[in-house]
């Protein structure tokens, strides 16, 4: 078993994104820049230093690091249980769990339509 503060989730594992904080433009490496003829899979620190934001043409010092967008969570070994649970993003929990409560409130609402 592998030292267990050596281990990475897989949201630390993945690529980080980057947000300029002049426009909120999001450089994501899994889509590259097609306006620039940035291929997808290039990472934010091989772009060349002459690259700009393609909105707003900020410079890359301007961008801050975001994290991760679009990776489970949680650890490789653990993708398997539960109910497939395990392998969605932070985003669709939230709407699994949120989506779940406002189901729940307008069913118990719903009671009261029944006379």
Partial sequence: MSNPGQEKTLAEQAPASYECRSCGYVYEP????????ISPGTLFTDLPDTWRCPVCKARKTQ?????AKGAPSGFA???????????LTPGQKNLLIFGALALGFLFFMSLYALN
């Fill in 77 to 87: 070994e653990n993708l398997n249980y539960g109910f497939g649970v395990n392998r």
């Fill in 63 to 67: 961008f801050v690091n975001i994290g």
């Fill in 30 to 37: 899994a889509k590259g820049d097609n306006q620039t003829n």
